[in-house]
């Protein structure tokens, strides 16, 4: 039987894009995608990163958003802002080639940091990175007892 738990995105990781916009997939995080016979991810914006997906999670996701009502706001712009940037981005070599507008728009330079979400990873600029892991971790305590009360 299957452990789900082996097939999730986990951990955190400081990468360099190359020249081209190239980026490296930790080893942990391509034995995930060759378990689920997957050869490439699916990347899109959110907020002030980059978010990559392998394909049937992703699929998951678009099979949602095609049945939200047309002409509801939240709606359009969910599908506005986050699914009209997904790319499926072939892994070629161990790497990706991040697309150059979706480096732009999350303010990707040289140094990167893969941070694993379980069935996603985001991609951050390491200086954004740290800023919000600082935040993270300071906003943590306030948030335990919201975690303890959904049983976490």
């Known amino acids: 039987m299957k452990n789900a738990a082996e097939e999730l995105f986990e951990g955190r990781s400081?990468?360099?894009?190359?020249?081209?916009?190239?980026?490296?997939?930790?080893a942990r995080f391509k034995e995930i995608l060759e378990k689920r016979g997957d050869s490439s991810l699916v990347v899109t914006n959110l907020s002030d990163c980059l978010v990559a997906f392998a394909r049937d999670d992703w699929r998951r996701i678009k099979d949602k958003a095609v049945n939200l009502p047309l002409f509801d706001s939240a709606s359009n712009i969910y599908i506005r802002y986050f699914i009209s940037g997904a790319i499926e981005c072939t892994l070629k070599?161990?790497?990706?080639?991040?697309?150059?507008?979706?480096?732009e728009l999350a303010g990707l330079k040289r140094?990167?940091?893969?941070?694993?979400?379980?069935?996603?990873?985001?991609?951050?600029?390491?200086?954004?990175?740290?800023?919000?892991?600082?935040?993270?971790?300071?906003?943590?305590?306030?948030?335990?007892?919201?975690?303890?009360?959904?049983?976490?």
């Open 93 to 103: 070599q161990g790497r990706i080639l991040v697309p150059s507008d979706l480096r």
């Open 14 to 26: 400081k990468h360099t894009l190359d020249e081209k916009g190239r980026l490296a997939i930790p």
């Open 111 to 152: 140094e990167v940091v893969l941070v694993g979400h379980l069935t996603r990873f985001e991609i951050w600029d390491k200086a954004k990175w740290e800023e919000e892991f600082e935040r993270a971790k300071r906003t943590f305590p306030e948030i335990s007892q919201t975690l303890s009360d959904l049983g976490i």
